[in-house]
T-cell receptor, first 115, second 113 residues
């Protein structure tokens, strides 16, 4: 059963701590994305990766870091430098334009609360 | 650069009434367009997509959308609302150079009995 998994569903951290959010996909997709969602706002792109060992900053990359060591995995680290980290984080994946497929498939999300 | 505008952050309808959620886009090239639905505390689910084939696109749960190039619109409709349609809906346009999707700010649909 193919899909995207994110863990954990809910995460609580103290201010000043780094935290890593997991994202795994078994869809054999080349591209993966991280979004942040705040109440009343749309999705804002944090980072994206079109191929293993390569990634690009999105619109709000400051205070975040990623890695893409494996095609299936794209973990996101929220660092202590992120000034307002409490949010709902969504991971997505897509086949590349080479395969003429642009739609993104989303995981269930991780709600991060920092106090 | 591509952009998406969703008119109306909140839409309320009665059960059984027509659902109309508006989306206008700007794109310098023929776009790929998408509608997603999000239920509370869940990820986004693809409702339907337009990829330059038929201009009237049918999706899941009885939804459909019509691509109108002259109006740069891709409005989402459903003839008869159901209570289970209450959710947030996002319109998105593809950036073909980067594989990114550009999302609108979303429309929350409420359905009253």
């Amino acid at each position: 059963d193919g899909g995207i998994t994110q863990s954990p569903k809910y995460l609580f951290r103290k201010e000043g701590q780094n935290v890593t959010l997991s994202c795994e996909q078994n869809l054999n997709h080349d591209a993966m994305y991280w979004y942040r969602q705040d109440p009343g706002q749309g999705l804002r792109l944090i980072y994206y990766s079109q191929i293993v060992n390569d990634f690009q900053k999105g619109d709000i990359a400051e205070g975040y870091s990623v890695s893409r060591e494996k095609k299936e995995s794209f973990p996101l680290t929220v660092t202590s430098a992120q000034k307002n980290p409490t949010a709902f984080y969504l991971c997505a994946s897509s086949a590349t334009r080479r395969r003429r497929s642009y739609e993104q498939y989303f995981g269930p999300g991780t709600r991060l609360t920092v106090t | 650069a591509q952009s998406v505008t969703q008119l109306g952050s909140h839409v309320s309808v009665s059960e059984g009434a027509l659902v109309l959620l508006r989306c206008n886009y700007s794109s310098s090239v023929p776009p790929y367009l998408f509608w997603y639905v999000q239920y509370p505390n869940q990820g986004l689910q693809l409702l339907l997509k337009y990829t330059s084939a038929a201009t009237l696109v049918k999706g899941i749960n009885g939804f459909e959308a019509e691509f109108k190039k002259s109006e740069t619109s891709f409005h989402l409709t459903k003839p008869s609302a159901h209570m289970s349609d209450a959710a947030e809906y996002f319109c998105a346009v593809s950036d073909r150079d980067t594989d990114k999707l550009i999302f609108g700010t979303g429309t929350r649909l409420q359905v009253f009995p």
